[in-house]
């Protein structure tokens, strides 16, 4: 499992497609622990090259704060399971709080 969320200053960027960058991690299921994560800038924002681009990177889940439901729709038809309206900036929480069941999200902080 390799869950990426979008980052700006460090923390959630509540819009996916106006982060800074991606990080990803790599999780081990069986211990349901992070196993290291990685930084990696993405390429310019162009409608529709993100999702693609993620799974490129192996991401196969992503946690954001908000994105449109076209977007939504090309992560899921990449194969990528979108969680959406993540409230929790620190990266590393949200991740270890999805992976124990307890991520609370609220609205999709994106209304296009």
């Known amino acids: ?3 990426a969320m979008p980052l700006a200053d460090n923390k959630l960027c509540m819009h996916f497609g106006h982060c800074e960058v991606f990080r990803f991690f ?3 299921e069986d211990t349901k622990s992070i196993i290291e994560n990685v ?3 993405p390429p310019p924002h162009e409608p529709g090259l993100l999702p693609k681009w993620v799974g490129e990177q192996g991401g196969n889940i992503v946690l954001a704060g ?3 439901h076209k977007a939504k729709t090309l992560f899921t038809a990449q ?3 979108v969680i959406t309206g993540v409230d929790e900036i620190d990266p590393e929480k949200a991740v270890t ?3 124990n069941g307890t991520l609370t999200s609220g609205p999709n902080a994106c209304d296009h």
């Open 1 to 3: 499992m390799k869950i």
């Open 66 to 68: 908000g994105m449109g």
């Open 97 to 99: 709080d999805y992976l």
């Open 39 to 41: 930084d990696i800038t």
């Open 26 to 28: 790599k999780i081990d």
């Open 79 to 81: 194969g990528i399971q």
